[in-house]
């Protein structure tokens, strides 16, 4: 079961560079604050790529001409580690990711 939207807090985020960069993330499960914790885009990066993965693999069976996947994510909070969640895309601002193949 997920929160009201309202229980997000920005928090600061190590990207696999070392560059840190902040987001917005959902605390689940009443999560304590995180705001000065320093969370790892590792998983974040495992996921998009295993999405990817999947895809591909796919893609590669039907060889379409061109294929554009958008997989909306949105971040949260979870046991203290940066998670994802694959979210219904809407208004709500969440990471969009465009991913091409031309044949």
Same mark, same amino acid.
């Given at each position: 079961?997920?929160?009201?939207?309202?229980?997000?807090?920005?928090?600061? +985020?190590?990207?696999?560079?070392?560059?840190?960069? @902040?987001?917005?993330?959902?605390?689940?499960?009443?999560?304590?604050? +995180? &705001?000065? @914790?320093?969370?790892?885009? @590792?998983?974040?990066?495992? +996921?998009?790529?295993?999405? !990817?993965? !999947?895809?591909?693999?796919?893609?590669?069976?039907?060889?379409?001409? @061109? &294929?554009?996947?958008?997989? !909306?994510?949105?971040? &949260?909070?979870?046991?203290?580690?940066?998670?994802?969640?694959?979210?219904?895309?809407?208004?709500? &601002?969440?990471?969009?990711? +465009?991913?091409?193949?031309?044949?």
């Amino acid at each position: 079961m997920r929160p009201s939207p309202d229980l997000t807090e920005i928090v600061t +985020v190590k990207l696999p560079n070392g560059k840190k960069v @902040k987001v917005e993330a959902t605390l689940l499960r009443g999560e304590e604050e +995180v &705001a000065s @914790k320093i969370l790892s885009f @590792k998983d974040v990066s495992d +996921v998009i790529e295993g999405v !990817a993965e !999947a895809l591909t693999t796919s893609l590669q069976r039907i060889q379409p001409n @061109k &294929a554009t996947i958008k997989l !909306a994510l949105e971040l &949260a909070v979870e046991s203290g580690e940066l998670t994802t969640l694959i979210v219904k895309g809407s208004s709500k &601002a969440n990471l969009e990711i +465009v991913l091409e193949w031309e044949k």
